[in-house]
DNA sequence: GAGTGGTCTAGACCACCAA
DNA sequence: TGGTGGTCTAGACCACTCA
C-alpha cells in the first residue's frame, strides 16, 4: 500500500509511489502493449488516492512515450506495433524530406559471447550467451544502413533468421510479438568513420567512404539495456535528425 | 483578458492563453535572462485565474527549458549565463567521458548577403544582410570542431571579432549579454562527409578525412529562426551523443 | 517566520468517443 | 447516453530558502 507519511526521511511523492506500482503492472504483464489500462477512477480507487494524484503518475508516464492517453477511449500501453510509431528510433531521413519504402535484408544470425564491451552495456557477464544479428536496410531498394545488432540470449531464446525476415525492419515491433520485450528509449552515440571492407562491399562503396557510425544501447521498462548496435549510414541524400531542447 | 469561453469555435485551455501571455512578457522584455518572475500567486490575480492554471502553464514552459522552478525562491527566466547551462547544446563529448577545457580560436567575422538556403531557414529575404563567422572549437587545446555561423544582420548589429572572443566558446550566452537574445532549442542535421581542404588545414587533417557535419538552426521565443550554422567534427576520440525517446 | 514552489484532495463541468 | 480523459477551481498542508 501507498505511504502518505510525510516528514520521513525517505520521503517520496505519493504519484512517485503510484508511478513505481503502474511500472510494476507493466514489467509483471498485467497489461501489455497496446492494452487499456484501468480508468483513473478505477486505478484512484484500487490505490486509495485521489483521481488527480493517478493523473499525474499517468502524465510522467505519458511524456515518456509509455503510456498513451486517448480522451474519450482511454490510456493504453504504448507499443512499437502501429504504423505511426514503428520506426520511432529511426532518425535517418531523406534530403528530400520524402518518405520512403524501408526493407530489411538478412545477412547472418549466430549465436556468440559477450565481450568486454557488448557485457559492459548490456549488464551480463563477458562471456555469457549473445545473439548476433547482421542485416541490411535498404531506402526505396537502395542499401543504407550496414546494422550488428547484439543482444542477450537468454530473453531472446529463439530468436533466428526467420523472425529477423519477418520483422520488415522494425526488430523493436518483433521484439513485443515474438518476446514480450519492450524498448521504451535508446541512447546514440555518433562519429563519422571510414567504412571499412566488410561494411563498404554490403553497401556497394569504396573502402574508406566516409560513414555515419551509429551506436545504440536500448533500454526496456526499468531502464534495462537489452540490446546493442552498431550502424554504419551512407548519408549523401540523407541526414541524421536531432533535436536539442 | 483571458476568454473562459468554452464551446467556443476556437477553444484553447485557459493555462494555454497563460502560456501566451507569459511568452509575450518574455519577448516583450518584462523579465529577462535570470530575472524572477512573479509568483503563482501574483500572476494568478494579474490573470484572474487560479493559481493551479497558472501553474500548469509554467509548468509547460519550464519542461521546455525557458523557465526554471526553484522551490522556496521562485521561478526564473532560463539563461546561457550560467556555468552549468553555458554549453547546453553541445553534444559533443570524449570517448573517455573526461570533462575537457573549451576554447574558442576566431578565424573571420563579415557581412555578407543571405543566399537561398540561408535566406530559407532564417526567414529572411535571400540577399538580406547576414554577418557571418567562422571560428574553431578547441578541446584541451586540440582544435575540433570548425564552426561556420550564419546570423541576421539587424537583431545582431554590432556583433564583430571582440564580441565572438570575448564568447569564450558559447556564442548563446553571448547572444544574451550583448543583444538580449535568447535561444530556446534547436534542430541539428547530421551527416559524415570527408573534409574539405579548408576545413582539414584548419584542423590538421589530409583532405577527406572522415568527419562529421552538423547543420544546425537555432530558434528563439516563439519559434523564430535566428541562427543557421554548420560545423565539421573531428570524432576520432569523441563521440556526438544523442537520446531517443 | 514569511514567502516561494510542491503535493494532495474533492468536486464541478467540458470535450471526445462509441454504441 | 454513459464512460473516458481534460480543464478549472478552492483550499489545506508540506518542503525549501533566506533573512
Given at each position: 500500500m501507498v505511504d502518505k507519511s510525510f516528514?520521513?526521511?525517505s520521503y517520496r511523492p505519493l504519484y512517485d509511489q503510484i508511478k513505481v506500482l503502474l511500472t510494476q503492472s507493466l514489467i509483471g504483464g498485467e497489461w501489455r502493449p497496446g492494452d487499456m489500462i484501468p480508468s483513473e477512477i478505477e486505478l484512484a480507487q484500487r490505490y486509495k488516492v485521489s483521481q488527480g494524484t493517478v493523473r499525474k503518475a499517468i502524465d510522467s508516464l505519458a511524456t515518456e512515450n509509455i503510456l498513451i492517453r486517448r480522451q474519450g477511449k482511454g490510456t493504453f500501453v504504448a507499443t512499437h506495433n502501429q504504423d505511426d510509431v514503428?520506426?520511432?528510433?529511426?532518425r535517418l531521413t531523406a534530403e528530400s524530406g520524402q518518405k520512403e519504402l524501408l526493407q530489411n535484408e538478412f545477412l547472418s544470425c549466430v549465436k556468440s559471447k559477450a565481450n568486454v564491451h557488448t557485457g559492459k552495456v548490456l549488464e551480463i557477464k563477458a562471456g555469457a550467451t549473445t545473439i548476433e544479428v547482421k542485416r541490411l536496410l535498404t531506402f526505396s531498394g537502395r542499401p543504407l544502413i550496414y546494422d550488428y545488432i547484439v543482444v542477450p540470449a537468454a530473453p531472446f531464446k529463439g530468436l533466428n533468421r526467420a523472425k529477423v525476415e519477418e520483422s520488415n525492419g522494425s526488430m523493436y515491433s518483433m521484439y513485443e510479438s515474438q518476446f514480450g520485450i519492450r524498448m521504451i528509449r535508446a541512447e546514440e552515440r555518433i562519429k563519422a568513420v571510414a567504412a571499412s571492407a566488410e561494411v563498404a562491399s554490403s553497401l556497394g562503396l569504396k573502402e574508406g567512404y566516409p560513414l555515419l557510425s551509429v551506436e545504440r544501447v536500448s533500454f526496456t521498462y526499468g531502464d534495462r539495456p537489452m540490446e546493442w548496435r552498431l550502424g554504419f549510414c551512407l548519408t549523401d541524400d540523407h541526414h541524421y535528425m536531432s533535436e536539442l531542447e
Open positions: 516528514g520521513s526521511p514503428r520506426l520511432r528510433f529511426l
